[in-house]
T-cell receptor, first 111, second 117 residues
Framework: EPEVTQTPSHQVTQMGQEVILRCVPI?????FYWYRQILGQKVEFLVS????????KSEIFDDQFSVERPDGSNFTLKIRSTKLEDSAMYFC?????????FGQGTRLTVV | AQKVTQAQTEISVVEKEDVTLDCVYE???????LFWYKQPPSGELVFLIR??????QNEISGRYSWNFQKSTSSFNFTITASQVVDSAVYFC??????????????FGQGTELSVKP
């Protein structure tokens, strides 16, 4: 069964460092998303991406964040200069226009 | 603004009990979608159901059933004869309709269900 794949599963980084979280969406999906879940809290929308551009973003998705679909299969989230409060589980999701299917998540720990 | 409220933070039941997880939503859209996702202890988000705002029929899938009532803006989820494997956090979510019908999900806070043997 096709699934959304995220790597790495866990990343530890020093404050101020850049991180790139990687995702391989389901191959025939057209819409791609990143969500964030701070430990013990609800899942929050960050950004949606369609037709090679951002279609919507939340107020969380500030200038420190960027997304890219570099090669038609990967979908990445970059955080330029990480802060302690960026520590969270980051979920990638994709859809064809119906329900979104989520990856396993990447746990980002900023120390 | 869109909002999803899951008032029950934690529920604990004994195996084989029935349990209902409540979800109340707010939206100004006339067309929207409602979802339930399961987050087991391993952390992934598992899609359970999507319902559009025009379809108020209740749905049953095995031990799971969903009751959508537009009049009270509720989309409740019932697990019949609960099992230990049902232990997880359950999220209710809302999205607006349009070309991106499953995207930009607004999640509730989640209900942590613990099913004890």
């Amino acid at each position: 069964e096709p699934e959304v794949t995220q790597t790495p599963s866990h990343q530890v980084t020093q404050m101020g460092q850049e991180v790139i979280l990687r995702c391989v969406p389901i191959s025939n999906h057209l819409y791609f998303y990143w969500y964030r879940q701070i430990l013990g809290q609800k899942v929050e929308f960050l950004v949606s991406f369609y037709n090679n551009e951002i279609s919507e973003k939340s107020e969380i998705f500030d200038d420190q964040f960027s997304v890219e679909r570099p090669d038609g299969s990967n979908f990445t989230l970059k955080i330029r200069s990480t802060k302690l409060e960026d520590s969270a589980m980051y979920f990638c999701a994709s859809s064809r226009g119906g329900e979104a299917f989520f990856g396993q998540g990447t746990r980002l720990t900023v120390v | 603004a869109q909002k999803v409220t899951q008032a029950q933070t934690e529920i604990s039941v004994v195996e084989k009990e029935d349990v209902t997880l409540d979800c109340v939503y707010e939206t100004r859209d006339t067309t929207y979608y409602l979802f339930w996702y399961k987050q087991p202890p391993s952390g992934e988000l598992v899609f359970l159901i999507r319902r559009n705002s025009f379809d108020e029929q209740n749905e049953i899938s095995g031990r799971y059933s969903w009751n959508f009532q537009k009049s009270t803006s509720s989309f409740n989820f019932t697990i019949t004869a609960s099992q230990v494997v049902d232990s997880a956090v359950y999220f209710c979510a809302l999205s607006e309709a349009g070309r991106n019908q499953g995207g930009k999900l607004i999640f509730g806070q989640g209900t942590e269900l613990s099913v004890k043997p």
